[in-house]
């Protein structure tokens, strides 16, 4: 026989049954060993009670935090109740079913905020979609295709982030979205098809000019050769872009060749300036000769100074390029002091000057003779009105006299 245990909830009896104890009376939930020791009994239906608590207390927390859907809230509470009805366990199953009647309508409220926020979500989604497909199309009317392309893959990412709307409305936007993105990369895909012809043809176009470029590299002719690479390097600009992967091994052939030719002129040049030192210093010695003739002093003895310095100039020859525009210069301007000096010369002695200066001489003389009788016969006629005239215009005449005679004595 097993000595009968007592529990708050319930009780196992000198049989080994164990029941529990409700509000309609005890309910039989189990039996246990003959013999053995009935608080195992009762600790054993008292962990099956502990396990549904915390069953119990787990949902509470889900639902709480917001970790559970509304829909899974419901099934959890249903699995719940249906552990608890029944229960082959020891404690207050009233007071869990309590709880968890008390859970329903909070997972009601949870329904209805979450179908709030489903509303406004949707709301917002719709916002952005309308503004997504607005981009879209504004891109699709556009030419940057690079950079187009990449935007219209982020929109297309946030697109897919996006919850759905209603049917209708999402697939007359996607319908949209999609439509510019189709028309956009068509076009795209065309630009980019015509762009590789066109790099093609520039590659075949440089692969020419650079033959060209090669085959003048070795030219001694080098004014007319210079030239030559000045016209490939338009034309090469010209050219346009070739692909990518080979502008770059064009570019360097192409500059290779001019390299060639350009440091031949240059060593070339360098030979002459070398040579051509020699006649700089013979060029120098001529303007020591040339510069001492400055201030002009005798234009005559001067100019046939000049001429003699003038041959001897041109006959020793070229000079290094880096001192032609020295050299250049300093002749010039004993050159052009000679010629200011015969310009001054001319304007003294201009024989039309002279002529002109002459006959105003001549025309002020007679005036002056005929304001002289003029004055002398009103003075004896006793008019001070006319003799006072004729006094001012003798002394008019006489002063544009002094000046012309002045002007003459400067062309004797």
Request: proline residues 2%.
């Amino acid at each position: 026989m097993t000595t009968p245990a007592e529990h708050p909830w319930g009780r196992v009896d000198d049989e080994g049954n164990v029941h529990l104890r409700t509000a309609d009376g005890e309910r039989l939930i189990g039996q246990w060993a003959a013999g053995s020791d009935p608080a195992e009994a009762i600790a054993f239906y008292e962990r099956r009670f502990g396990a549904l608590e915390t069953e119990v207390e787990l949902l509470e927390k889900r639902l709480e935090s917001g970790a559970l859907s509304p829909a899974d809230a419901v099934k959890a509470l249903d699995r719940a109740r249906e552990n608890i009805t029944d229960a082959a366990a020891l404690g207050d199953l009233a007071s869990l079913q309590t709880r968890l009647e008390a859970l329903a309508p909070q997972i009601e409220k949870a329904r209805e905020e979450r179908k709030a926020a489903r509303v406004a979500e949707q709301a917002q989604a719709e916002v952005r979609k309308n503004a997504i497909v607005t981009e879209a199309e504004k891109i699709a009317e556009g030419t940057d295709y690079r950079k187009g392309a990449d935007r219209l893959s982020e929109l297309l990412d946030e697109w897919k982030a996006l919850p759905r709307l209603a049917k209708s409305a999402d697939d007359a936007l996607w319908h949209r979205f999609s439509g510019a993105r189709t028309a956009f990369m068509r076009r795209r895909k065309t630009f980019f098809a015509e762009q590789d012809g066109k790099r093609s043809e520039a590659k075949k176009t440089k692969e020419k000019l650079i033959a060209e470029a090669e085959a003048l590299s070795s030219s001694t002719d080098f004014g007319a050769t210079a030239g030559a690479y000045r016209d490939l390097m338009t034309r090469w600009k010209a050219a346009g872009a070739a692909p990518r992967n080979v502008e770059d091994k064009l570019w360097k052939r192409f500059r290779a060749a001019q390299d060639v030719f350009f440091q031949a002129r240059e060593e070339a040049n360098a030979a002459l300036d070398a040579e051509f030192a020699v006649n700089a210093e013979a060029k120098e010695k001529i303007l020591v000769e040339a510069e001492a003739l400055l201030p002009i002093t005798n234009l005559e003895a001067a100019r046939r100074a000049m001429n003699d310095i003038a041959d001897r100039w041109e006959a020793a020859g070229k000079v290094p390029r880096a001192r032609i525009s020295e050299l250049e210069g300093r002749i010039k301007k004993v050159e052009q002091a000679i010629k200011a000096a015969g310009d001054q010369e001319w304007k003294r002695t201009d024989p039309e000057k002279s002529a002109r200066a002459d006959d105003m001489i001549g025309k002020l003389e007679r005036a002056i003779t005929e304001a002289e009788e003029t004055l002398a016969k009103a003075e004896a006629a006793g008019d001070a009105r006319r003799a006072k005239d004729a006094a001012a215009k003798l002394e008019n005449h006489r002063a544009f006299l002094a000046m012309a005679q002045k002007a003459q004595s400067d062309f004797s």
